[in-house]
């Protein structure tokens, strides 16, 4: 029970950051292909934007959350379980930033949302780590 809160805490974490971190990009302005990708200007203002540093709170915080599930569960099982943000970030990106979204994606979306439903009633089972042996020139 716990992993599935904490997965489902960062799922929610990792598609809030990316909304967040999208619609501040899309605030600041297009890059187009020819402009620099570093430029100071829009480093700058980026680094200025307060969506900017809570989009990426939120993606540390989902680092944070994944990483201790880690710990708690197979990676076979909270891998599958954690994509379920591809989900919740093409419904985000459709309701906060009105874009477009294909029903070849919204299809996409529903197979990706039953492989987790699949993978969630597999259950979580954490397989012991076997101890590394020491080396002989350790002894």
């Known amino acids: 029970m716990r992993t599935a809160i904490v997965i489902s805490a960062a799922v929610l974490a990792q598609a809030a950051g990316n909304t967040l971190v999208s619609k501040a990009m899309k605030t600041i302005g297009g890059m187009s292909a020819s402009s620099d990708i570093l430029s100071p200007l829009l480093l700058v203002e980026a680094m200025g ?8 709170g939120l993606l540390i915080l989902f680092f944070i959350l994944f990483t201790a599930s880690l710990s708690w569960a197979d ?23 009105d874009e477009p979204v ?38």
């Open 102 to 139: 294909s029903p070849a994606r919204w299809s996409g979306a529903l197979l990706i949302f039953l492989g987790v439903a699949l993978v969630a009633r597999s259950g979580k089972m954490k397989t012991a780590v076997p101890a590394t042996p020491k080396s002989p020139e350790g002894q």
């Open 75 to 97: 990676l076979s099982y909270v891998l599958p379980a954690s994509s379920f943000g591809y989900v919740l970030n093409v419904a985000f990106a459709r309701h906060f930033l």
């Open 49 to 56: 934007n307060p969506m900017i540093w809570t989009g990426t």
